[in-house]
């Protein structure tokens, strides 16, 4: 199922995203969703990072450890 959305772009993106729609041969819907699925995991992956590093449990590697270990 999927739900329609409606937004404002301004010309300048609007011309980018037409221009990649024509270059790809795909609907502007398909490159927007294509976009927002793209931002959203990397949304994800930097909440990921933020927990972690605020995670006063989660061990730190010190570069020179993490040397030691690759053997570098």
Same mark, same amino acid.
């Given at each position: 199922?999927?739900?329609?959305? *409606?937004?404002?772009?301004?010309?300048?993106?609007?011309?980018?995203?037409?221009?990649?729609? +024509?270059? %790809?041969?795909? &609907?502007?819907?398909?490159?927007?969703?294509?976009?927002?699925? *793209?931002?959203?995991?990397?949304?994800?992956?930097?909440?990921?990072?933020?927990?972690?590093? +605020?995670? %006063?449990?989660? &061990?730190?590697?010190?570069?020179?450890?993490?040397?030691?270990?690759?053997?570098?």
């Amino acid at each position: 199922m999927s739900i329609p959305i *409606s937004i404002r772009l301004p010309d300048d993106i609007a011309e980018r995203l037409d221009n990649v729609a +024509r270059e %790809t041969e795909r &609907p502007r819907s398909f490159i927007v969703q294509k976009a927002v699925e *793209s931002y959203l995991e990397d949304f994800a992956d930097l909440q990921i990072a933020l927990d972690r590093l +605020r995670d %006063t449990a989660d &061990p730190v590697v010190t570069t020179a450890d993490m040397r030691k270990i690759l053997g570098v």
